[in-house]
């Protein structure tokens, strides 16, 4: 889906490695480590897409980079904060070199990340990025609120993932535009699509936690509800089940057994909760469809589907 900005991916991954090198040979290391436990690349190829008519100077190819260690540095963040032992299949950080570690490397990259935005004189660029960590933040302290807590509303868990994933995604997709110099409807277009992207991306990535296996995810299936972390499918069992009181006290639980997980999910799937939740991931994909503008090209165009069909389709 993304072959026509390939050469530009290829080209991300070389300058990643030569970005989280360090005259500290651990902080070389972890760069190394993190870059290499590869990832879907899908914010840069967003961001690419966007821009595809625009010759790749260095500060295009540069704010690209500046995106991916962004969510690099967020991801690093997050292991620590859900004392995640694997990710992608691969050790993370932290489990590799503990927390302390982790955190100030993941501020590293934030810091590198940033000093390449800076070298862009489009001050707007920078206003979308900080309001973007500004939003990722928000997200995260929304969740850890409401770890363990069964009785959250569907449109807390919309404002939650928005901040958490959708708006990286809109941002990504709003840069590219903006480089582009496309005009300010085509731009907000782009940004709705990439929004609307983020949201079905994050709602199939919660569907996958339950549904699918711990080989295909590279982490724990569960391990959502094993943290107390409250998702789409998750309030609609707790809405719904004739076994939602039970389903209640097992969110609740802290330190959950495996029986106790187990049984979790099976009353999630005994209801229309994976259903329902696919069913709010296909209208999301549409409004990304139809939001499209016409002035892209058609290749760009149908690889902008490819991403919708992508998140349709992905079991992993």
């Given at each position: 889906?993304?072959?026509?900005?390939k050469?530009?991916?290829?080209?991300?991954?070389e300058?990643?490695?030569?970005?989280?090198s360090?005259?500290?040979?651990?902080?070389?290391?972890?760069?190394?480590?993190?870059?290499?436990?590869?990832?879907?690349?899908?914010?840069?190829?967003?961001?690419?897409?966007a821009?595809?008519?625009?010759?790749?100077?260095?500060?295009?190819?540069?704010?690209?980079?500046?995106l991916e260690?962004?969510?690099?540095?967020?991801?690093?963040?997050?292991?620590?904060?859900?004392?995640?032992?694997?990710?992608?299949?691969?050790?993370?950080?932290?489990?590799?070199?503990?927390?302390?570690?982790?955190?100030?490397t993941g501020d590293?990259?934030?810091?590198k990340?940033?000093?390449?935005?800076?070298q862009?004189?489009?001050?707007?660029?920078?206003?979308?990025?900080?309001?973007?960590?500004?939003?990722?933040s928000e997200?995260?302290?929304i969740?850890?609120?409401?770890?363990f807590?069964?009785?959250?509303?569907?449109?807390?868990?919309?404002?939650k993932?928005?901040?958490?994933?959708?708006?990286?995604?809109a941002?990504s997709?709003?840069?590219?535009?903006?480089m582009?110099e496309?005009?300010?409807?085509?731009?907000?277009?782009?940004?709705?699509?990439?929004?609307?992207?983020?949201?079905?991306?994050?709602?199939?990535?919660?569907i996958?936690?339950?549904?699918?296996t711990?080989?295909?995810?590279?982490?724990?299936?569960?391990?959502?509800?094993?943290?107390?972390?409250?998702?789409?499918?998750?309030?609609?069992?707790?809405?719904?089940?004739?076994?939602?009181?039970?389903?209640?006290?097992?969110?609740?639980?802290?330190?959950?057994?495996k029986?106790?997980?187990?049984?979790?999910?099976?009353?999630?799937?005994e209801?229309a909760?994976?259903?329902?939740?696919?069913?709010?991931?296909?209208?999301?994909?549409?409004?990304?469809?139809?939001?499209?503008?016409?002035?892209?090209?058609?290749?760009?165009?149908?690889?902008?589907n490819?991403?919708?069909?992508?998140?349709?389709?992905?079991?992993?």
């Amino acid at each position: 889906m993304f072959d026509i900005v390939k050469n530009d991916l290829e080209k991300l991954e070389e300058i990643l490695l030569e970005v989280v090198s360090s005259p500290v040979p651990l902080i070389t290391e972890i760069g190394t480590h993190l870059v290499k436990a590869g990832g879907k690349r899908l914010r840069p190829a967003l961001y690419f897409l966007a821009n595809c008519k625009v010759a790749r100077t260095k500060n295009i190819m540069d704010l690209a980079v500046a995106l991916e260690l962004i969510h690099m540095a967020t991801l690093v963040h997050d292991d620590v904060v859900d004392k995640a032992a694997t990710r992608r299949g691969i050790i993370t950080a932290n489990a590799k070199w503990g927390n302390q570690i982790s955190v100030l490397t993941g501020d590293y990259l934030f810091s590198k990340a940033f000093s390449l935005v800076a070298q862009n004189p489009n001050s707007r660029i920078m206003s979308v990025l900080t309001d973007l960590i500004c939003a990722m933040s928000e997200g995260e302290i929304i969740q850890n609120q409401e770890i363990f807590v069964p009785e959250m509303e569907e449109s807390v868990y919309f404002t939650k993932i928005a901040k958490k994933t959708a708006d990286f995604i809109a941002a990504s997709c709003e840069l590219g535009a903006i480089m582009a110099e496309l005009s300010t409807d085509e731009v907000e277009a782009l940004r709705q699509y990439g929004y609307c992207i983020g949201m079905a991306f994050q709602i199939t990535d919660d569907i996958l936690d339950i549904t699918a296996t711990t080989e295909k995810m590279g982490k724990p299936v569960g391990n959502d509800l094993l943290q107390g972390i409250v998702t789409l499918p998750t309030i609609y069992a707790m809405n719904n089940s004739v076994d939602k009181d039970e389903l209640k006290q097992i969110v609740a639980t802290q330190n959950m057994t495996k029986e106790q997980l187990a049984r979790g999910l099976s009353i999630i799937n005994e209801t229309a909760a994976i259903k329902y939740s696919y069913q709010v991931v296909d209208d999301y994909l549409t409004k990304a469809r139809n939001v499209l503008p016409s002035c892209l090209d058609t290749e760009v165009k149908e690889a902008f589907n490819s991403v919708a069909d992508f998140v349709q389709m992905r079991d992993f």
